[in-house]
């Protein structure tokens, strides 16, 4: 008989990971002055600091103390009773799909604005922007140009945090337990169904608004939510049941 566990396999070794990770980038940035979110963090393909590593490292960086808690947070309570229920190779494959496909969604939705950005350049401000941008990004500075400083953020800001997984992770647990109450701020109780799809709504509202001063990546948590739930379709559609 299977034991229910508060904290199963792959859930503690999700959380032991990612704090490592994020002690790594404090110590060797303050100690070192290497950055280490800039070599792990992900990139746009047309980026000189690209590297195709960097589609799963991405999800174990993390910007602050508080991205992390409250990604770790998440991914604890809505993810040790899909573990448990799963089984520990079947939700790290979940984890692993949800949060690859999330930066997938995510880089093309960038791609696409950035492809955007490029056509409105003249071939020499092309030209200037791939040249300069690194070194001007790197020095605290941004070109004066609007079209070529939003291009350059696109460029030179990577992509870090679990937030895509742990959608995808939160999508499965309304799926799964759609009458199950979640206590909004601890006082509020909301049926996950509904909470799930609220949060959906709210993030592709966000998206599609695209306020340039958000540093939310709100399509790679959208694509976490669209590749959990077509995993789930696939799953249930092989074996009959999401279990």
Known sequence: MLRFQLLPEVIKNLLIINGLFFLATASLG?????????????????SDSFQPFQLVTHMFMHGNLGHIFFNMFALWMFGYALENIWGPKKFLIYYLVTGFGAALLHLGVEYWEFYSLSQQLSPENYRVLMDRGVELWESGRNFSDPIMGRANILLNTPTVGASGAVFGVLLAFGMLFPNQRIYLYFAIPVKAKYFVAAY?????????ANDPSSNIAHFAHLGGMLFGFLLLKYWKKNSGTYY
């Open 30 to 46: 303050s100690v070192f002055g290497i950055d280490l979110g800039g070599l792990l963090g992900l990139y746009l393909p047309q």
């Open 200 to 208: 959906g709504a709210l993030e592709l509202f966000n998206g599609i």
